[in-house]
T-cell receptor, first 116, second 110 residues
Framework: GAVVSQHPSWVICKSGTSVKIECRSLDFQATTMFWYRQFPKKSLMLMATSNEGSKATYEQGVEKDKFLINHASLTLSTLTVTSAHPEDSSFYIC????????????FGNGTRLTVT | DAKTTQPTSMDCAEGRAANLPCNHSTISGNEYVYWYRQIHSQGPQYIIHGLKNNETNEMASLIITEDRKSSTLILPHATLRDTAVYYCIPRSGATNKLIFGTGTLLAVQP
């Protein structure tokens, strides 16, 4: 089945630094990937839609300059949390679809970010 | 996007069938119903999806009412590893997005 891989699975960084999270589709090409964040005991919240070769589309209330998304190839999207602060600590999850239309989205196993 | 209503939590005995209901009374004609589950600290796992016909795969069965306003996910023989939060999500092929609600925490008891 379709596999989405995220790296790293967890990261600790100091306040004010930037952190990059990678999302790869291992056995399929994905023109669109999605980034979510999840706080403890809460549901997933969609942050942005990442489109290969074009700018990402951000959901309302998500700062595009804070969360930089790059989708440079059909198998890789990256999320960079810039100038991270403790309130950015969260579980970040990406997903991708192996086809268009109604093909299921497949999710990575998430990245636990802790900002100290 | 259609709103969904799911029970906050449910219990099920190991080996018994788990029936998880979902109300999606505002679903549009072009929206499929998707079911995902999330085991603690992992990414969501795709289970099944359907439009109006009942569907079955190796993981579960999906029963959709004729008016499409509700559906039920059936895990035929629940195991302890099925303990997870289960999400029912209407999804349009036009937007391609999955918008998660609060889901149902299914606790399978030994």
């Amino acid at each position: 089945g379709a596999v989405v891989s995220q790296h790293p699975s967890w990261v600790i960084c100091k306040s004010g630094t930037s952190v990059k999270i990678e999302c790869r589709s291992l056995d399929f090409q994905a023109t669109t990937m999605f980034w979510y964040r999840q706080f403890p005991k809460k549901s997933l919240m969609l942050m942005a839609t990442s489109n290969e070769g074009s700018k990402a589309t951000y959901e309302q209330g998500v700062e595009k300059d804070k969360f930089l998304i790059n989708h440079a190839s059909l198998t890789l999207s990256t999320l960079t949390v810039t100038s991270a602060h403790p309130e950015d600590s969260s579980f970040y999850i990406c997903s991708a679809s192996e086809g268009q239309g109604y093909s299921p989205l497949h999710f990575g196993n998430g990245t636990r970010l802790t900002v100290t | 996007d259609a709103k969904t209503t799911q029970p906050t939590s449910m219990d099920c005995a190991e080996g018994r069938a788990a029936n998880l209901p979902c109300n999606h009374s505002t679903i549009s004609g072009n929206e499929y119903v998707y079911w995902y589950r999330q085991i603690h600290s992992q990414g969501p796992q795709y289970i099944i999806h359907g439009l109006k016909n009942n569907e079955t795969n190796e993981m579960a069965s999906l029963i959709i009412t004729e008016d499409r306003k509700s559906s039920t996910l059936i895990l035929p023989h629940a195991t302890l590893r099925d303990t997870a939060v289960y999400y029912c999500i209407p999804r349009s092929g036009a937007t391609n997005k999955l918008i998660f609600g609060t889901g149902t925490l299914l606790a399978v008891q030994p």
